[in-house]
C-alpha cells in the first residue's frame, strides 16, 4: 500500500507562492506517472497537473498553465507543485495520487 503525505499548504495573498510536496512510500518511484489534483469548497475533484516517468514530461490543466510547475526528484521520492500567482480560485485542498492512490491533502488558501 503507498503511502503518499502533502505538506506546504498554507494561506497566501493573491499574487503570492506557494510549493506544495508529495513524499511517496512506493518503489520504484521514477516508475510511475504522478498527479495532482485539486477540490475547491463545495466543488468535485479537479484534476491540476501531470508529470510522467522520466520527468520530462508534463501536463496541466488550462485554469493553471503558465502558473503552476509540476516537477519530480525521484532520487527523493518526491513530487513537487510550484504554485505562482495564485488567485482566490486556486482556494483548495490539494491531492497528489500515484498508482491509484491518492494522499490525505493538503489546505491551500488564497485571500487577502
Known amino acids: 500500500q503507498v503511502q503518499l503525505v502533502e505538506s506546504g499548504g498554507g494561506l497566501v495573498q493573491p499574487g503570492g507562492s506557494l510549493r506544495l510536496s508529495c513524499a511517496a512510500s512506493?518503489?520504484?518511484?521514477?516508475?510511475?506517472?504522478m498527479n495532482w489534483v485539486r477540490q475547491a469548497p463545495g466543488k468535485g475533484l479537479e484534476w491540476v497537473a501531470t508529470i510522467y516517468s522520466g520527468g520530462s514530461v508534463t501536463s496541466y490543466a488550462d485554469s493553471v498553465k503558465g502558473r503552476f510547475t509540476i516537477s519530480r526528484d525521484d532520487a527523493k521520492n518526491t513530487l513537487y507543485l510550484q504554485m505562482n500567482s495564485l488567485k482566490p480560485e486556486d482556494t483548495a485542498v490539494y491531492y497528489c495520487?500515484?498508482?491509484?492512490?491518492r494522499g490525505q491533502g493538503t489546505q491551500v488558501t488564497v485571500s487577502s
Open positions: 512506493k518503489l520504484p518511484f521514477s516508475a510511475y506517472a
Open positions: 495520487e500515484m498508482g491509484g492512490s
